[in-house]
């Protein structure tokens, strides 16, 4: 069964220091991975995806995402943090094809002090 | 294009209630995916419908939780006889397809029970 470990609860950055956020999976093919962010009492966004090809992936307001396969992560980075960057952090796995039924992180909260 | 849509966004119910969860999937979507994030909870899966069918529903629970995803209309998610545990927020999500597709979330029920 898949698996998905976010090692940090909580983090504090100061706005303009960069950013990274551990993911680690377990699945046992070529998973499809993902990051999403969720604000208080809203819904997901997608920040971006992982399916195949260059591991470095980009995604929406300045995060990257590196897929490490020797090390089955996926961190997500950005390189100066902003103040609205503060939120909940999701990592998720789609298991095979049906990158649908997806396991979660329990998630990381990022505070950004000023 | 609108996204997905669930309605209510707060809904309170007595323990003993019943709970009715809608949700609207994105244009073009035929596939919806219900979560459920408890407190301080990474999201957990607990079904995936299709037009009139139920594809997996591994992750609802065996007793008082039914879903449905009808020809017409939006999918439904219902709970009887409410419990103080389910309170949660409930998330659907949608996709085009299920093969490689990203899925969206809509912005999440928060049911309360009293």
């Known amino acids: 069964a898949q698996s998905v470990t976010q090692p940090d609860i909580h983090i504090t950055v100061s706005e303009g220091a960069s950013l990274e956020l551990r993911c680690n999976y377990s699945y046992g093919a070529t998973p499809y991975l993902f990051w999403y962010v969720q604000s208080p009492g809203q819904g997901l966004q997608l920040l971006l995806k992982?399916?195949?090809?260059?591991?470095l992936v980009q995604g929406i307001k300045g995060f990257e995402a590196e897929f490490k396969r020797s090390q089955s992560s996926f961190n997500l980075r950005k390189p100066s943090v902003h103040w609205s960057d503060a939120a909940e952090y999701f990592c998720a796995v789609g298991a095979g094809k049906t990158a649908s039924k997806l396991t979660f992180g329990t998630g990381t909260r990022l505070q950004v002090t000023l | 294009n609108a996204g997905v849509m669930q309605n209510p966004r707060h809904l309170v119910r007595r323990r003993g209630q019943e709970a009715r969860l809608r949700c609207s999937p994105m244009?073009?979507?035929?596939?919806v995916y219900w979560y459920r994030q408890l407190p301080e909870e990474g999201l957990k899966f607990m079904v995936y419908?299709?037009?009139?069918?139920?594809?997996?529903e591994s992750g609802m629970p065996k007793e008082r939780f039914s879903a449905e995803f009808p020809k017409e209309g939006p999918s439904i998610l219902r709970i009887q006889q409410v419990v103080r545990g389910d309170s949660a927020a409930y998330f659907c999500?949608?996709?085009?397809?299920?093969?490689?597709?990203?899925?969206?979330f809509g912005e999440g029920s928060w049911l309360t029970v009293v």
């Open positions: 992982y399916f195949s090809g260059d591991t």
């Open positions: 244009k073009g979507h035929s596939h």
């Open positions: 419908l299709q037009k009139e069918n139920i594809i997996d």
């Open positions: 999500a949608s996709s085009p397809g299920s093969s490689g597709n990203t899925i969206y």
